[in-house]
């Protein structure tokens, strides 16, 4: 049998089992339907990570050619990727994230007061998704923005992170990048003046970064900042519940950073970023090299024992807690400060209002091998 089996129906419900018998057998393992080398361990994944000369971001850098609208914040290695990085985050702390969170937490406290007296509800839809898509929409400075369909981009361009092994997925995650792009170039058309759109804009007009570049930048921030984000809540409430002493811990002692960390180490809905390798490389005994892809399991190296002690063990006081969920080094997620917020807002609006919250039935997953996540997670507690 496979070692690496992304899609089976077992590894859908839960990867970890599949993850540490991988990880243990073949840390860097030659995956042939996807032609790439997986690696598990959290060391080697963070070398992948840091060493973007040789595990490129860039497929450019192993003479690959990528179209330029391709190119972004996310697919750049230094130096370019320094210039494009410094104007996102100089527009990125511009923002008034106080203002944000007020905004976040009225939006939750909206969202739960719209489903008093409901026996049950259903967290994603009626939660997580339309409080995620909030704190982007607000980060981006668009409060009208068509959430229905952007959702559903940003979905089909979740699945099409698998074409590899869900060929079908392609055409639609093309389509749904260039009707997200056409959507965000209009919005800068019509010349905003606050959030992350006009600050790029005003990048852009002093020449620091190009319109493409911008628009680039922009599709991949809006993707990244909702989807994950919309999961990460979502699957951090579903441990929280299927650990209810974990759920009685933070009803105690609040939402902090350490466990909002934890949750990233335990429950983080990345579970793999894709490089390529730039040069030959050595790693584990075997020789990677140029122009390989390589899949780089995050997910599996945040419970590698040798780093984590007790890694299937969520523990909302873990420290030292140096996990991979928000990546490491050139790549780290640019928006790393608000998914936490988002989650935070989240998850303390329903401790709140909902201390008796649990689950009502069974979660139902996006048969998804990138970027995992709930695509229904029943619940019950709201009080009458």
Not at 143 to 155: G, L, M, Q, R, T
Not at 185 to 198: F, M, V
Request: charged fraction near 20%; hydrophobic fraction near 40%.
């Amino acid at each position: 049998m496979e070692l690496f089996r992304p899609l089976d129906d077992a590894t859908i419900r839960d990867p970890h089992p599949m993850y540490h018998h991988l990880r243990s057998a073949d840390p860097v393992h030659w995956y042939e339907p996807l032609n790439a080398w997986v690696i598990s361990g959290y060391e080697d994944c963070l070398l992948a990570l840091r060493r973007t000369e040789i595990f490129s971001s860039d497929l450019r850098a192993a003479g690959i050619d990528v179209p330029d609208n391709l190119l972004s914040i996310q697919t750049l290695n230094p130096p370019e990727h320094g210039s494009v990085h410094r104007v996102l985050m100089d527009a990125y702390r511009r923002q008034d994230f106080s203002a944000i969170r007020a905004r976040l937490e009225d939006r939750a406290d909206q969202l739960l007061r719209g489903l008093s007296g409901r026996s049950r509800f259903e967290l994603v839809t009626d939660f997580t998704a339309p409080l995620a898509f909030t704190a982007v929409a607000d980060l981006f400075g668009v409060p009208d923005a068509d959430e229905k369909s952007i959702v559903a981009w940003s979905e089909a361009i979740v699945a099409a992170m698998d074409s590899g092994l869900t060929p079908e997925a392609a055409a639609p995650g093309t389509l749904a990048r260039d009707n997200l792009s056409a959507v965000i170039s209009n919005w800068l058309d019509q010349k905003p003046q606050n959030g992350l759109l006009g600050n790029l804009l005003r990048a852009e007009s002093a020449s620091a970064i190009s319109r493409d570049m911008v628009l680039n930048t922009l599709r991949a921030t809006l993707h990244a900042g909702y989807a994950p984000t919309s999961r990460f809540i979502a699957a951090s409430v579903l441990s929280l519940l299927r650990t209810p002493d974990k759920w009685q811990e933070l009803l105690t002692a609040g939402v902090s950073e350490t466990a909002i960390k934890e949750l990233l180490r335990h429950s983080g809905p990345v579970q793999a970023v894709a490089r390529v390798c730039a040069s030959d490389y050595e790693l584990g005994g075997r020789l990677l090299r140029r122009g390989s892809d390589v899949i780089v399991l995050i997910a599996a190296a945040n419970r590698d024992p040798q780093q984590f002690p007790n890694p299937d063990e969520l523990d909302l006081k873990r420290t030292p807690n140096h996990n991979l969920g928000f990546g490491w080094g050139t790549h780290a997620c640019a928006g790393a400060s608000l998914a936490r917020l988002t989650c935070s807002v989240a998850l303390t609006t329903l401790l709140r209002y909902t201390p008796d919250l649990q689950l009502a039935g069974e979660p139902v997953h996006w048969r998804h091998a990138t970027l995992r996540g709930l695509q229904e997670l029943p619940v019950s507690g709201i009080p009458a």
